[in-house]
């Protein structure tokens, strides 16, 4: 598809309650959202990338500047064919994961909207819908937890991941499985811990979680191969997966049992495609992370995660969990077995509530062609 314009609109909403994580707390989400023009059609994106380096080295501001000074250049007016062409063509763009994958989602939404068809049909799909959990923020008390717990629980929300940081993990973790001990329940420490913490993780094994995530360092593989040594409970990795050789490198290293993925960490949906596929064959579970996404976001994040191999709950809640106000007008709702439906018509499925858009945009630019 011929690449006429670019817009990127760097946006901040507010979320409906304060999301606290290892590396720090949110109130606004910042991201950059995409529109990019084809053929007459509209095509729209999300990166990810947030106001502060903490899960990631890129910020809104980094993406920002690869996307409107290196990417952009390189498509703009040009004939792009498809994912893997764009791949290509962003090659010499080292890094810069998150910018990446918010053009590629534009251009799935392009393509999809000229041929008809869904994301999830041109992806291969095969569920309507997909099982999702909630994803909690570190809370003010173990007891304040489970009152958290206990209100998702009412909402519907069959499997619960709790984050983690040192000193914040056993005692929350416990009094939630003492609260609910059948409940499907996982932990995140966004890389908090080192190999000097095994003891604190060994405590955490012996409560019957489905994984528990990115223990060490974000850019380790090794370390983690050997604290998964140590434990029965599977370890996830999320930051540690940058791409799809990294996620052979950690399977052939044994540094983790399942994958949490993430399309924009991985650089793209089709490279998260791809490390879907090499797990598949492999009998490895994946599931499908989150960003807080907005409503176009969360419309990929479905549609990657209706492809056979997302065999864990992803971390997809229904838009009332992170924004009252969203982008999109499409909203985002959870069914009564935790699943919310994928999206079934052309591209992402979305459309974009301009007035929302205004109210939420920090700063505006407008790419052409030369
Ligand atoms: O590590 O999975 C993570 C949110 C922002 C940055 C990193 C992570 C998360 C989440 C939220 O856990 C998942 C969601 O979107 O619900
Ligand atoms: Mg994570």
Known sequence: MKIESITLHHISMPLVAPFETSFGRETDRQCVLITMRADGLTGYGECVASRDPGYSYETAGTAWHILKDFIA???????????????????????HHLAKAGVEMALWDLIGKRDGKSLKQMFGGTREKVGVGVSIGIQESASALVRTVESYLEKGYRRVKIKIKPGREVEETSAVRRAYPDLRLQVDANSAYTLENTSVMRSLDDL???????????????????????????????????????????????????????????????????????????????????????????????????????????????????????????????????????????????????????????????????
């Open 208 to 370: 019957d979680l489905l994984l528990i995530e990115q223990p060490l360092y974000e850019d380790d593989i090794w370390d983690h191969r050997k604290l998964q040594a140590e434990l029965k409970t599977p370890i996830c990795l999320d930051e540690s997966i940058v791409s799809p050789r990294h996620a052979r490198y950690a399977l052939e290293m044994e540094a983790c049992k399942i994958i949490n993925i993430k399309p924009a960490r991985v650089g793209g949906l089709s490279q998260g495609i791809a490390i879907h596929n090499y797990c598949r064959e492999r009998n490895v579970s994946v599931w499908c992370g989150g960003m807080l996404e907005t409503g176009v976001g969360r419309a990929s994040n479905l549609a990657l995660a209706s492809l056979p191999g997302f065999t864990l709950p992803g971390d997809i809640s229904a838009s009332d969990r992170y924004y009252q106000r969203d982008v999109t007008n499409e909203r985002f709702v959870l069914n009564e077995d935790s699943t919310i439906d994928v999206p079934d018509k052309p591209g992402l499925g979305i459309t974009i509530d301009s007035e929302a858009l205004k109210q939420f945009t920090l700063s505006e630019v407008f790419l052409k062609a030369e």
């Open 73 to 95: 250049p390189l498509i703009l007016g040009k004939d792009v064919a498809d994912a893997e062409d764009f791949q290509t063509r962003v090659e010499r763009i080292r890094g």
